[in-house]
């Protein structure tokens, strides 16, 4: 089967920042609507905002550069470019790349990091919002091995996508069909949300298990599904969505290893996804948004 190139993340999230005893310690910017994890971003820490339990403040104050040390939304390994530290001693050797420039015209302590999320991470962007940012700040030496340490306290900048929608993916799309141009990596996972606590109608509110029938057309004008029909939707396990707190339900999947059976000179032109409960029946049965009950999802491939 020929690979099927990822998406293009076009949604914009929203942002909430973790605060220390008098304000801001730490936050993202560009924030809010604006942030996209596949474009440039910086992670911003005002030191004199955290709980200096370990005494950074200090550290600053002797003039020691400060070096961002990071987790989430995933921890690169020893010897990565981009690993926290060198070294046996990982802790008290922080790695040259990962120094955070001193933002002088924001206040004393504030120092900031920039980068590309998918990029730096090397993850896709529905791991950016699952995971969101943990980090630490902390100078070259950051003591340990009978020293004391030197650092923030654990920082975290939550990132997520809007839920204000009864349905929406990751990356966005509109129930009358967006175009992505996809150029990153073959891996990427496309995720359908539906937001329960939104819905309205009587088939739907008090329905407890969901399916995703899924629908790929091909450059040969033929269709590949993963279940044959509607109604054959609740038997096929890959299909139901997660729940996930306060009423939502996920699917998620990466494009290029979900439908099957499609030879490998065809690429899939576009694909087309319905919501149902289990124990489809009629079309009172399909989660609809708007006026529409089918989406369609375009993407280009290599």
Aim: net charge negative.
């Amino acid at each position: 089967m020929k690979r099927y190139t990822p998406f293009l993340l076009l949604l914009a999230g929203f942002l909430l920042a973790v605060t220390g005893l008098n304000g801001q310690a730490a936050w993202i910017e560009p924030g809010g609507d604006a942030f996209n994890p596949d474009q440039e971003a910086t992670l911003y820490v005002d030191l004199e905002k955290t709980s200096n339990e370990f005494g950074i403040v200090e550290a600053a104050q002797s003039g020691q550069d400060m070096f961002i040390w990071t987790w989430q939304p995933k921890e690169h390994p020893a010897g990565h470019p981009l690993a926290n530290g060198l070294g046996s001693q990982a802790w008290k050797n922080s790695n040259d790349a990962l120094m955070m420039t001193k933002e002088d015209d924001l206040g004393p302590y504030v120092y900031s990091y920039t980068l590309i999320p998918t990029e730096f991470y090397e993850v896709d962007a529905a791991t950016v919002y699952n995971n969101d940012f943990e980090f630490l700040v902390k100078p070259k030496d950051g003591g340990g091995f009978g020293d004391p340490d030197i650092k923030t306290e654990d920082l975290k900048v939550e990132v997520a996508p809007p839920g204000l929608a009864k349905v929406f993916t990751i990356p966005v799309g509109s129930p009358s069909g967006d175009t992505a141009v996809l150029a990153s990596t073959p891996e990427d996972v496309f995720t359908i949300r539906y937001d329960k606590a939104q819905e309205e109608a009587p088939n739907l509110v008090d329905a407890t298990e969901f399916f995703v029938f899924l629908r790929g057309e091909g450059s040969d004008g033929n269709q590949y599904q993963v279940a044959p029909n509607l109604s054959a939707v609740d038997e096929t396990p890959e299909l139901m969505m997660k729940l996930q707190d306060q009423n939502v339900y996920t699917l998620s999947f990466i494009p290029n290893r979900f439908f099957k059976d499609v030879p490998p000179d065809v690429d899939i032109v576009f694909m087309r996804y319905q919501i149902v409960k289990k124990g489809f029946s009629s079309t009172a049965d399909v989660v609809a948004d708007g006026t529409k009950n089918e989406f369609r999802y375009t993407f280009s491939c290599e």
